[in-house]
């Protein structure tokens, strides 16, 4: 805010409310807001940690994981499917068990009871979607 700007917000302030014509009243309003932004841009904002993620509230080890567009489509496009059947609202009650989260978790439960030949085999489809997906 300029002194002119202050200046006018205190003149403004010091009349009676009655008194203010409707324009006057806009400007007051107008002025009292510049001058709560610029109270606020004045007090420190409280600084985050750069962490990957939200902190955990378990004590899991977070791990960084990115996934592609492709697996981002199959994650959701499973979801999708998953949602409109009988058996999984009957086993796990509700849409918030479908989280990309829960969803990599139960791949990886299900990837341990593969075979070495299948997980072998696996990684290498990840390994061709991954090299495509960098062209």
């Not at 709560?36 to 993620?53: C, H, I, L, S």
């Not at 492709?70 to 068990?97: H, Q, V």
Request: without cysteine; glycine residues 4%.
């Amino acid at each position: 805010m300029t002194n002119e700007d202050k200046a006018l917000l205190e003149e403004l302030k010091g009349k009676p409310t009655r008194e203010l014509k409707p324009a006057e009243k806009a400007k007051l309003k107008s002025l009292e807001r510049l001058a709560k932004k610029e109270q606020q841009a004045d007090t420190p904002k409280p600084k985050r940690n750069n962490t990957f993620g939200v902190t955990p509230t378990t004590k899991l080890a977070s791990v960084p994981f990115r996934i592609s567009g492709e697996e981002k489509s199959i994650m959701t496009d499973t979801a999708k499917r998953i949602a409109g059947t009988e058996l999984f609202y009957d086993r796990l009650g509700g849409k918030d068990d479908l989280s990309n989260n829960t969803q990599m978790r139960a791949a990886l439960r299900a990837y341990d009871k593969l075979s070495d030949e299948e997980k072998v085999e696996a990684i290498r489809e990840a390994k061709l979607s991954m090299a495509r997906a960098q062209r």
